[in-house]
């Protein structure tokens, strides 16, 4: 079987689970963000970032006024433009990234409204990254982000990992 097919196998039973079942979601936290890095071949790999707006723009409403204007567009920018140094990989993997979507969706909790942040990203590189150490520098641009979860999803392996403040690094398995 091909490693594409095999993890997408991987995900789907994954996503099989009792805590998928139905239609469940997520619990919406404020200082918290996901991220995915699923190898989709050698050298590719689909990154996939979803967090509150609050984390990346300070707020979860519509811009109300053009300096809200000014904070979404800022955070929508370097959502776009920055998630390089946002998820740092080695120098010699030599990789490039390609911006795929960067969008929000509202979603109603309670009596409140919520808007998250989704992005996706293809990397290319030119040197596996199996056994290398990737830095995050998501504080750099979002200091309200406490948490992370990283989820990593290559060849017959998947595993989480939580970064905290402090604790930025993560090895590829």
Not at 110 to 129: F, I, N, T, W
Request: with cysteine.
């Amino acid at each position: 079987m091909s490693m594409t097919k095999t993890m997408i196998l991987s995900f789907c039973l994954w996503l099989g689970t009792p805590a998928f079942a139905g239609n469940v979601q997520h619990a919406h936290v404020h200082d918290v963000a996901d991220l995915t890095l699923a190898m989709e071949g050698p050298g590719k790999w689909s990154v996939e970032f979803e967090a509150p707006t609050q984390v990346i723009y300070g707020f979860e409403h519509e811009p109300r006024n053009p300096s809200e204007r000014t904070l979404e567009e800022t955070g929508m920018t370097q959502m776009r433009e920055k998630m390089s140094a946002m998820v740092i990989l080695p120098d010699s993997a030599d990789c490039r990234w390609k911006t795929l979507s960067v969008k929000t969706e509202k979603h109603h909790e309670g009596s409140g409204e919520h808007r998250e942040l989704q992005a996706s990203y293809h990397v290319d590189c030119k040197a596996p990254l199996k056994g290398s150490t990737v830095h995050f520098g998501f504080q750099t641009f979002f200091p309200t982000l406490k948490r992370m979860n990283v989820q990593v999803l290559m060849d017959n392996n998947q595993y989480l990992q939580v970064i905290r403040s402090g604790k930025d690094t993560l090895q590829i398995k």
